[in-house]
Nanobody, 121 residues
Framework: VQLQASGGGLVQAGGSLRLSCAAS????????MAWYRQAPGKQRELVAA?????????DDSVKGRFTISRDNAKNTVYLQLQMNSLKPEGTAVYYC??????????????WGQGTLVTVSS
């Protein structure tokens, strides 16, 4: 099982980016999925989360600007984060996270490798 994140980059304040994360491998099912971020010198924090039945939760700092979604494709589940009206304080490494039940019915939290988002002022 692996999570592969992509989509980070450099953007000016007010701009947009779309992050993607692909979950693949010997997966039986995926429960909650989420995006976290970690800014320099700070702890990792939850940005947005989505359950398997589509319930969504956002951190107050991104409500109205970010949209989380997930799509099921053959053998792969995709998690996206559409980020609009980006602010310099959004500069961080963004990580995708998923609670996955593998083909052996073991439950474990998996993390993507992180993708850097830099918002210039």
């Amino acid at each position: 099982v692996q999570l592969q994140a992509s989509g980070g980059g450099l953007v000016q304040a007010g701009g947009s980016l779309r992050l993607s994360c692909a979950a693949s491998g010997n997966i039986d099912s995926i429960n909650d999925m989420a995006w976290y971020r970690q800014a320099p010198g700070k702890q990792r924090e939850l940005v947005a989360a989505i359950t398997s039945d589509g319930r969504i939760n956002y951190d107050d700092s991104v409500k109205g600007r970010f949209t989380i979604s997930r799509d099921n494709a053959k053998n792969t589940v995709y998690l996206q984060l559409q980020m609009n009206s980006l602010k310099p304080e959004g500069t961080a490494v963004y990580y995708c996270n998923a609670r996955i039940i593998d083909s052996g019915l073991r439950v474990r939290d998996y993390w993507g490798q992180g993708t850097l988002v830099t918002v210039s002022s």
